[in-house]
């Protein structure tokens, strides 16, 4: 080794950072377990060498825990048009998290910014493509907000509801899994615009959440009610809008007692996600009978809204007029526990990690 | 009786004409047969009385054996919204139908004019709220078109495909029951437009029609190939649009092979009317991913469409450019096996029944 490989190497231990990570053990089937993750110790490079020219160094805040990354710890088959890829297995996780930036290569990123977007399950990563990274310009409210309300599950609930169901005001909504970082919104969401909403939920201290802090009109715990019955219940007229947090058997029982001309967005199907073959839902039919238009969508074909959503929401944020309740877990050896927690309920509100303070 | 009394019947008497029907003899679980339905020797008042101000007389030319009339054949579970009602055992069928005006005292029509809309099952039906029939202007055609192409299926078909399946230039689209009375107009108003298209039928002179009389690109026997498999053969690269006439199994192999911001119109689901329990539907998770929109419909709600499509229709239909194809059975005895024919898929082509001459 000649003396320039020596000074190369001196430089680049001198610059390695302990890194915590989480990984995929393994790929999952069925519920998802605390096993099937690890806390690997790593070390990450916190120098920008000079040839990455449009990259940024990240020391991670907030990771978020959402459903759908279920899907990319399964082993997948291609269909066409598909969108998630599968983790490989030893690989360290990726999902939305909040950052500041410690160095930039990236025109567009200076260091001591804060940034919402894909992000490694670490405590640093490198992000060699950050173009499609969210700068955070109102930092007046919690950052782990990025991770929910400013962020993705906020962006979903606002197009989802407003983009695909045509909300007007007293429609009669209902909405599935609605303590959760997407449904708590939507609720709100229908409430500012005058709609009846009804919410269902697996405890009841999220039940009486909806009610006490959300503004739901009623709210019902699916386990212990049973859907069809609570469904006829709270909407005797029937429903305008469901907004589907959950698919499969609850999603059956809603085509029933949907009105002629309804809506039915797509947005998650929590309950089908760990079960080797998805339920059959057999009331489809009632979609002809009744002219409902049923509708999968993914925020991130809504890039163009999230201005006028962070507007939108701010606003009410300030006013005291929008509320968003978290669920936050500490410490990054505690993300695969809360990860898990969420396919069982365990979360009273959107789950998100704090692995590290500004 | 005195005099007035006895005169009124001999008047009556005297204008009774016989008029063949067929009725419901019980309601339908499973496949229908011919012995559901009855050949019933009736009377009807030929002449209209002078407060029946609204009515019409009609002689019926051709009846319309729908799919959709397997619905009204069954005991129904009421549900809000939805709009069919069961036909009453021991009543005469209703449909839509062909007829000619024998007298009206309607202000909108007049003796000898010919309608097409909902009518009994059988020879002569008094219309006493003829406000949805519709008046047939332009008679260079088959009248019985106006049980078909110029008709509800025809109507169907064209609001269907351009309405909520939102084609383009070169959008690869699929359509199921493509012989029938709507699945061969969807095809060659997608092969207009430029569209490649793929049909399925039940029989191979089905499959030969579809390619060689209605300009298909491909066509498939879906109970000889497997239609995953056929699918994937015909549309490599996924499916942009389907029109789906069938539902259940074919509708869930579909859905995996659309492509992303798919279209899925939903006009039928002749599959699963003749089974107890419809069979279930598990690949919905596929319409978040690929951000497909599944959108059931109902002609009826386009009645304001149908103006411009009769004036498309008919300027094609004259260049030769758009086809029919029917399958007409001869006489109202034989209306039962027609209507029970189509869940066997017997007809080839739109299946009438003519009933009368002119």
Redesign the interface.
Known sequence: MNEEEEEKKRKMVKNLLPNKQIVLNQSVSGYPKESDFGLRSSFINCSLSDDSSQAVLLKNLYLSCDPYMR?RMSDQVA??????QSFTPGSVLVGYGVSKVMESTHPRFKEGDFVWGMIGWEEYSLISSPDRLNKISFTDVPLSYYAGILGMPGIAAYVGFHKICYPKERDCVYVSSAAGGVGQLVGQFAKMIGCYVVGSASTKEKVDLLKQKMGFDEAFNYKEENSGSALRKY?P???DIYFDNV?GRM?DEVI???????RIA????IS?YNIE??????????????????????ET?FDHVYPEYVEFCIKYLQQGKLVYVEDVAQGIENAPAALVGIFYGRNVGKQVVCIANE
């Open positions: 899907h269909h066409p048009g598909t969108i998630i909407f007229e029937g429903i698919g999603l029933l007692q949907m009105k002629a001309h309804g797509l947005c998650g199907m089908q073959e998805p339920e059959g839902v057999h009331n489809l039919f009632s979609l002809i009978m009744k002219r409902i238009e049923m509708k999968g969508f993914v074909d």
